[in-house]
């Protein structure tokens, strides 16, 4: 965790004097929900990481380490392509709230499919549940993937 502190301290200079250890503490709190929920036999987790983009990269840095093989990614302005379920562990979405609506159904239903076989880590620089109250984001994908949320914006 120190690696990120110092990485957070040198790329941003306009953060809160607070930012860091705030970051550290949710950081804490989501590692161990994700604890918890493994012991509860829930493997594989969904992570949903909410603030700017340097924060947002070095928890994703972090996380990857953790994260079981292979790897799938998706950032905005690619085509969403579902991998077939059991090909990959876990599934990087970057900016999900720039999701399409007919992206956002079919995501949903893929993780409908995959039934907690694959972990989704998704990323957002704008609030999702704002967009779930404007209509702009389907409300059972936000669910789905707000299993374990870190703020990394407050």
């Not at 809160?16 to 590692?31: I, K, L, N, Q, T």
């Not at 905005?76 to 720039?98: C, K, M, N, Q, Y």
């Not at 967009?131 to 703020?151: A, P, Q």
Request: charge should be neutral.
């Amino acid at each position: 965790m120190e690696n990120l502190s110092k990485r957070a301290d040198t790329r941003r200079s306009d953060f809160p004097p607070d930012y860091v250890a705030r970051m550290r503490e949710d950081w804490r709190v989501a590692r161990a929900a994700h604890s918890d929920l493994q012991l509860m036999g829930m493997p594989r987790v969904n992570i949903l990481l909410v603030g700017a983009v340097g924060p947002i990269q070095g928890v994703l840095e972090l996380l990857q380490k953790t994260c079981a093989s292979p790897i799938a990614v998706w950032r905005p302005g690619e085509r969403l392509a579902l991998p077939p379920i059991g090909r990959v562990r876990t599934f990087i979405l970057h900016d999900v709230w720039s999701l399409p609506s007919d992206d956002q159904y079919a995501l949903a239903a893929w993780l409908e499919r995959a039934e907690g076989r694959v972990q989704v880590i998704s990323t957002s620089t704008a609030s999702l549940l704002h967009r779930v109250h404007s209509g702009e984001f389907l409300d059972t994908l936000y669910y789905r993937l707000n299993m374990v949320f870190v703020d990394l914006a407050t």
